[in-house]
């Protein structure tokens, strides 16, 4: 294992040797300890299959169907999840890095040690997806998705496109949103709650607060 800190946030993440895995396509039942390379497995329908201590690079799961089970000490590198359906599994200990979410579906996902990076969730709906540890965001895409009643305390979001998010009913006390662009952000000011910003961020932050508040600013005075 290694340890990866962002901002406040250090995550635990796997340290896998290609060499000691041994190579496959097939997914079976569940994978441990293999090295998935291109494979292309479009509308799979997994359910209560895990996968441990694994690489899969370049590989193709778009549109799929993952109902229980999860990823566990695994490297996830340049593959498609673009519309899929994620329902009820957990993903712990894993690095996630180039990745396409676009239009997917998160629900009742639970995350712990967890580093997206570099990943697209736009357009992506997260509902009761929950951090049981540390889970960091960096240079994400997600613009024009939807969270609601999530669960992200001190979630690192860092340097991540937000325009068009919507949050409803999340909690992301503690959140680190430092380097990420807030505007066009669509979130009742609640949810931004005890999140750390940068100086840079403030202009935005007044916007959102305006917008919310509906209030009419006028610059003359008559």
């Known amino acids: 294992m290694r340890t990866t800190t962002i901002g406040n946030v250090k995550v635990l993440l796997p340290d896998l040797e290609r060499g000691d895995l041994d190579t496959t ?63 009820g599994i957990t993903i712990e200990r894993c690095a996630i890095t180039g990745s396409r979410f676009t239009g997917t579906r998160l629900t009742d996902v639970r995350l712990k040690d967890v580093l997206f990076d570099g990943c697209r969730f736009d357009y992506a709906t997260l509902q009761r997806v929950t951090a049981a540890g540390s889970v960091a965001f960096t240079d994400c895409t997600l613009t024009n998705g939807a969270w609601s009643s999530c669960r992200l305390p001190r979630v690192a979001l860092r340097s991540c496109a937000l325009a068009g998010l919507e949050l409803d009913s999340c909690h992301l006390d503690g959140a680190d949103l430092r380097g990420s662009r807030l505007h066009d952000l669509k979130t009742p000011l609640d949810n931004l709650r005890g999140v750390t910003l940068d100086e840079d961020q403030l202009p935005d932050l007044t916007q959102l607060t305006v917008a919310a508040l509906d209030l009419t600013v006028r610059n003359d005075r008559g």
């Not at 497995?41 to 993952?66: C, F, K, N, Q, Y």
Request: glycine letters at 12%; charged letters at 20%.
């Open 25 to 87: 396509r097939v997914l079976a039942d569940g994978l441990s300890e293999a090295l998935v390379e291109d494979a292309a497995w479009p509308g799979a329908h997994i359910e209560d299959v895990s996968i441990r201590s694994s690489m899969i690079t370049g590989s193709d799961l778009s549109g799929s169907t993952w109902e229980a089970g999860g990823l566990y000490g695994c490297e996830i590198t340049r593959t498609d999840l673009s519309g899929s359906i994620l329902t």
